[in-house]
């Protein structure tokens, strides 16, 4: 067995991992880079890059079937899933060697496909090689969660790792788990024709606001997607095309009957097989511990993104590789702060999130408020033809920013403009003072941000003093 010694050695080739793998290495750090699977991990091949090509068909499919409220002809699309297939296979594609192992080995970093064991604090098998690293660095992502439902096991069914491979038509999805991903899937196979009920043991979106929640359910069951909430799952059975789920609802047993099932609730932190006892680094069904500079129970080795169990989105990976960097390769005691950490459900309308949820933020702070803002104030809204949506600003009494919910066209874009006030606790006035384009879906971000003056600008006291003003004029 080959001996290699390092700077760094990085388990995982996912969002998390490559950040790292690329800046360490790109700064004249040695690098190893250890990885069994896919180079570019869930995100690339079973996550945010297919998921969000597949709703992007599912859009334009929405789109041609609605386009009369434009003055054009609907037109029923006809979907050809083998096509679909191509277009996110396309998508995964154009994207690939961004992550790809060639170009990594040209920034000198040393790639090992296979999986990776630690044989003590400071060494690693992987494959045919043994690493002894200064530094470790964790990034094995997580895996579906499966629910251990009777019959389960023996009846066939998608997770997010294999329903973007699915390139037949699909009658009629069930949907186990009304999460994110259960939400956005069961969205996008309605509009490409498929009929879709969703079971949800508790209540969709359970995280985010309820109001805002409500906004969304509401175009979901428009749309015509079956939502059962509440519903325990009590066996499931059958063959392909013909599944049969037993659920109990308030006490009540009734049958759902489908094509297709997707199980989609939640995610388990990879940990499998990395012999991380031998490594004195503890962790539990949560993920691996870490303190606020993402070092384990051993401060040689750091972990970032699922394998945490925390904030488990891309971009949380990537802000936690930086921090890392700045730890291992400049010694900085930088510390991780997730006080504007966005999320989003990539429905349609989009559910944005960054921040406190106005009911976490009265549990902190009594005097919290909120702002809202209908879409339907906004002028680039209606002429788009989509004004089912909503911004709600929570602030302290004085205006400081705790959080933003928002439910509409592009929340995830409309969002961003949050982001550095938050993380910086600005107030509220220095969004007031922004210069933004017209007519755009901004705009309603300053707009909200100007009804929290609203109330004293416009009080009879501040009346009384404009008339004395004028009065001298």
């Known amino acids: 067995m080959e001996t290699v010694q390092t700077d760094i050695c990085i388990i995982g080739a996912g969002a998390g991992g490559l950040s790292v793998a690329a ?3 790109q700064m ?3 690098v190893v880079l250890v990885e069994a699977g896919l180079m570019g991990g869930d995100c690339l091949n079973h996550g945010c890059v297919p998921s969000k090509a597949l709703i992007s ?17 609907d037109v029923e699309p006809v979907v050809d899933w083998a096509k679909v297939r191509g277009h996110v ?5 154009r994207i690939a060697y961004h992550d790809s192992q060639e170009r990594f ?14 044989l003590d604090p400071n060494t690693l098998r992987a494959g045919d090689f043994r690493v002894k690293a200064k530094k470790f660095v964790l990034a094995t992502g997580s895996q579906p ?18 329903i973007f491979e699915n390139d037949k038509p699909i009658k009629h999805l069930m949907v186990i788990g009304g999460g994110p991903i259960g939400l956005e899937m069961a969205q996008a196979f309605k509009r490409l024709g498929a009929d879709v009920t969703v079971l949800e043991a508790s ?10 929640t409500a906004l969304v359910r509401e175009k979901i069951l428009a749309e015509g997607v079956k939502i059962i909430e509440g519903a325990t799952v009590q066996t499931v059975s059958g063959v392909a095309e013909e599944i049969e789920i037993r659920v109990n609802i308030s006490g009540e047993n009734i049958e759902v009957k489908g094509s297709h099932l997707l199980v989609a609730t939640g995610r388990n932190p990879t940990v499998s097989g990395l012999e991380l006892e031998k490594a004195g680094i503890e962790f539990g069904s949560g993920g691996v511990l870490v303190d606020r500079r993402l070092r384990t129970t051993n401060k040689n080795i750091f972990a970032l993104g699922d394998v945490v169990g925390a904030h488990n989105y891309t971009h949380a990976a990537s802000y936690q590789a930086g921090v890392i960097i700045r730890n291992i390769l400049f010694r900085l005691p930088v510390r991780t702060n997730y006080r504007a950490m966005p999320r989003v459900t990539f429905m349609r309308p989009e559910l944005a999130q960054i921040g406190m949820t106005f009911y976490e933020a009265k549990h902190r702070f009594n005097t919290a408020q909120v ?24 602030t302290s009494k004085r205006g400081k920013i705790l959080g933003v919910g928002i439910v509409g066209d592009n929340a995830s874009e409309i969002i961003q403009t949050w982001a550095m006030p938050i993380s910086r606790g600005m107030n509220i006035k220095r969004l007031t003072e922004l210069i933004l384009p017209y007519p755009t879906l901004g705009e309603i971000n300053k707009r909200t941000a100007a009804a929290f003056f609203a109330p004293k600008l416009f009080s009879t006291r501040i009346n009384r003093l404009v008339k004395f003003l004028l009065a001298f004029g």
């Open 57 to 73: 068909a599912a859009d334009a499919a929405h789109k041609a079937r609605h386009l009369s409220r434009f003055g054009i002809q």
């Open 203 to 212: 209540r969709i979106l359970g995280k985010e606001d309820t109001e805002l």
């Open 28 to 30: 004249g750090a040695k």
């Open 89 to 93: 296979k396309t998508a995964i594609d």
């Open 105 to 118: 080995e040209n920034m000198g970093v040393h790639v090992i496909r296979d999986s990776g064991a630690f």
């Open 371 to 394: 702002i809202t803002t209908p879409f339907s104030e906004n002028d680039r809204a209606q002429v788009s033809r989509d004004i089912h949506g909503i911004v709600k600003v929570v």
């Open 23 to 25: 800046v360490a290495a």
């Open 145 to 162: 969660s499966i629910p251990s439902i009777p019959g389960l096991n023996k009846t066939p069914f998608f997770t997010n790792q294999t």
